[in-house]
């Protein structure tokens, strides 16, 4: 029997139900093969295997025969091509796992394959956002933070802008039609701010007060 571990969800990557007035614009997760590329740094991964591989048929093929150069040599080949598919299957996993959320209020992100968290980021707690595109189409919105306002990036990653530690910053990672999206978020957070809400509320009425006769 299949189970879904997340549905419980009143709504596809939200703990609960938008309050009234809260409209999603967007909702999307990252393209796998991009996050793999990007996040986990595929390629250098590969190479790295590649180089051992070649160093290893360098130094051998001096001493013995071409043939036993290789078969000494291939055992990185084969733990390469094995760490890159663990590569492959985790970025996998981690994209199928999230759900970016744009609404016309915040930006939420539920990420996590092992331990799920989802972030509420209001357009009022954000300071900046900027856009990494790559070729393609994809690319990736970071969120820079206002106030006092911190999160673990051990916890968020790899949905943080990479290598920026001191000041977390969640990010849109490896995202589809990225410049699209980020026009979509900066249209909507510019609304937002520039037209704040104006709640009411009752003034408590004074025990000296008279009724007007």
């Known amino acids: 029997m299949s189970h879904d571990d997340f549905d419980q969800e009143p709504v596809k990557g939200l703990p609960e139900l938008p309050p009234e007035g809260e409209v999603i614009l967007w909702q999307g997760r990252p393209d796998w093969w991009a996050l793999t590329k990007e996040s986990l740094n595929l390629y250098w991964v590969a190479a790295y295997f590649v180089f051992l591989a070649l160093w290893r048929y360098t130094v051998l093929s001096d001493q013995v025969t071409i043939a036993q150069a290789l078969s000494g040599s291939s055992p990185f080949l084969v733990l390469g091509a094995i760490v ?6 985790t970025a996998f996993i981690q994209a199928r796992a999230t759900v970016y959320t744009i609404t016309n209020r915040r930006v939420a992100m539920r990420i996590g394959a092992a331990l799920t968290v989802t972030l509420n980021l209001p357009y009022t707690q954000i300071a900046n956002a ?3 595109l790559r070729k393609g189409g994809t690319g990736t919105i970071a969120l820079d933070l206002l106030g006092d306002t911190r999160l673990s ?7 943080v802008r990479p ?9 849109l990672r490896c995202i589809p039609e990225a410049a699209k999206i980020a026009a979509m978020l900066g249209d909507a957070a510019e609304k937002r701010v520039t037209n704040p809400v104006i709640s009411r509320k009752n003034a408590p009425v004074s025990p000296n007060a008279v009724a007007a006769e």
């Open 153 to 159: 990036y051990l916890v968020c990653w790899p949905h």
């Open 130 to 132: 900027t856009l990494d």
């Open 84 to 89: 890159c598919g663990l590569l492959m299957l």
């Open 163 to 171: 290598w920026v530690m001191r000041r977390t910053q969640p990010a």
